[in-house]
């Protein structure tokens, strides 16, 4: 099992340029969850995916941010613009349906983005 | 909304000696999951511990452990004889029992472990 994949593992953009930032899940996960990670915040629950349908954007912190989910085994993450404020680590992860007992979150290493 | 409150930023352990991690959570569901993640400098979340609030009995895993206090609504984790690959960064987090499988996490607790 190679586990959830997630590219870049570093990226680096100047304000106003477009990200993307990829996630492939664990084959059979029907949950994906896009997560950030800051200082100031902790980890922040962005958007999550059942069955490639997004569930619950709440979490989405303006229009500038977008998520899709086009087959099972891909998703992305894109900012445009994107701005200083954008600068963290934002992790993907992945999970079975199933009791929680059964179906913890697995997380991809996380993509460390710097907007400057 | 559930909260997840970790009052420790920091802690700090000798090599073999045991260790407890403090963790409250505010909901009214009677139906949840609890769990520890680990994450080392490298960047991974890793689980460490995960409990069932229907399940009276602690969860135990190896060395690590868990109070689990309902009524209280607390969640500390327990590190026995510890070790240097202990050292991480280590958040409580809260999951809902129903269809909601989203993770709530607590703001984390940096433990140093101390040869």
């Known amino acids: 099992d190679a586990g959830v994949i997630q590219s870049p593992r570093h990226e680096v953009t100047e304000m106003g340029q477009e990200v993307t930032l990829r996630c492939k899940p664990i084959?059979?996960?029907?949950?994906l969850f896009w997560y950030r990670q800051t200082m100031m915040r902790g980890l922040e629950l962005l958007i999550y995916?059942?069955?490639?349908?997004?569930?619950?954007d709440s979490g989405m912190p303006e229009d500038r941010f977008s998520a899709k989910m086009p087959n099972a085994s891909f998703s992305t993450l894109k900012i445009q613009p994107s701005e200083p404020r954008d600068s963290a680590v934002y992790f993907c992860?992945?999970?079975?349906?199933?009791?929680?007992?059964?179906?913890?979150?697995?997380f991809g290493n996380g993509t460390r983005l710097t907007v400057t | 909304a559930q909260t997840v409150t970790q009052s420790q930023p920091e802690m700090s352990v000798q090599e073999a000696e045991t260790v407890t991690l403090s963790c409250t959570y505010d909901?009214?569901?009677?139906?949840?999951?609890l769990f520890w993640y680990k994450q080392p400098p490298s960047r991974q979340m890793i689980l460490v511990i995960r409990?069932?609030?229907?399940?009276?009995q602690n969860a135990t895993e190896n060395r690590f452990s868990v109070n689990f206090q309902k009524a209280a609504k607390s969640f500390s984790l327990k590190i026995s004889d510890s070790q240097l690959g202990d050292a991480a960064m280590y958040f409580c987090?809260?999951?809902?029992?129903?269809?909601?499988?989203?993770?709530?996490f607590g703001k984390g607790t940096l433990l140093t472990v101390n040869p």
């Open positions: 084959s059979g996960h029907d949950y």
């Open positions: 995916f059942n069955n490639n349908v997004p569930i619950d």
């Open positions: 409990q069932e609030a229907y399940k009276q």
């Open positions: 992860a992945s999970s079975p349906t199933g009791g929680a007992y059964n179906s913890p979150l697995h």
């Open positions: 909901t009214s569901e009677s139906d949840y999951y």
């Open positions: 987090a809260y999951r809902s029992g129903g269809s909601n499988y989203k993770l709530t």
